[in-house]
């Protein structure tokens, strides 16, 4: 038992310097995908640092080329299969937790984004005060491929994005690189790669949680990235509002395919493949997460995603994430058989259901950490 503890501490670093906590996740050879006990460590970590005066403030990085591509989700498949879809369930209860305490931290979070950054790793370090991008920062929500759709508050973060690129992010699974993060809000500052062990150390030395004298610090270490020629965010963004602020996937995909018509344009015909090949259920119920999102705060947010990513996890009205994960994760053929098949056979009273309780006597809503006996910065305060 002690050495099961230990190789889990082990894929969770800590190394304490003066004011700071640096968490490194430790996991390369699987780009740093998170398991159920390193959501625990973290947790514990985030639960007891906020307790402690000496801690000022928490740096959380990557080992390896990634950052974090989520969560280990084809062990959790396994696990479920071996068990039943509660482990899944318990997984992203745990998981939406720890998003919550972060998102409503009391301390600035500092996240060092030097590699792939995808789904719950976006979830552990968007949420946070400070996210540093580097030119080797690949940020991506890639669920919709996967039969499950973008969570961990994303429908909140998304949704805050400029005009409606939000919603073909989550819906495309786009990647952006760290230039288009900064640009569209999602990174606060962009620091070349070779610089952040200055970054570091200049961080551990202050003796502040004042997020002013934070932000001047990583500022020094900062530069203006230019975006890329062919980035969406220079030249798409007119076509996307047009496409993507459409009230439903059907009238976004009939948008697009109206743009194919009267501009010969390569991304736009591949746009429209990507949706046409992802789950038509996770298609819809993003949309409708999202637009809901962009009313809500972020725990209301977590709330309505627990009780989607619930009905999910139970697969009873659709079975699309284990076909997902067959397709892509275990067998990998990239040939899933999704059901229902088409985005035509998938009423909004079936949508409906997902943001429901769901009716089992053991599931609850969400509970939520109690965040009331810490003074919030205005920042956190804002995201409720």
Known sequence: MASSVSSQQDKVLVEANSFARIITLNRPKQLNALSFQMISRLLELFLAYEEDPNVKLIILKGKGRAFSVGG????LVRDMRADDWRVGANFFSQVFKLIYLIATYSKPQVSILNGIVMG???GISVHGRFRVATENTSFAMPEAALGLFPDVAASYFLSRFPGFLGEYVGLTGSRLDGAEMLACGLATHF???AKLPLLEAALCDVDSSDP???SSIIDQYSK???LKELSVYNRRLDVIDRCFSQRTVEEI???LEREDVHQSDSWISATIQT????SPTSLKIFLRSIREGRLQGVGQCL???YRMVSHVMQGELSKDFFEGCRATLLDKDKNPNWEPSKLELIDDARVDCYFCKVKHEEWEDLKLPNRSQFELPPYAIAKL
């Open 253 to 255: 995909i009939s948008a």
């Open 191 to 193: 620091v070349p790669s």
């Open 275 to 278: 949706l046409k090949k992802s």
């Open 224 to 226: 203006q990235p230019s």
């Open 120 to 122: 719950g790793g976006a």
């Open 303 to 305: 709330v309505r995603e």
């Open 212 to 214: 002013v004298i934070i």
């Open 72 to 75: 280990d989700v084809a062990t």
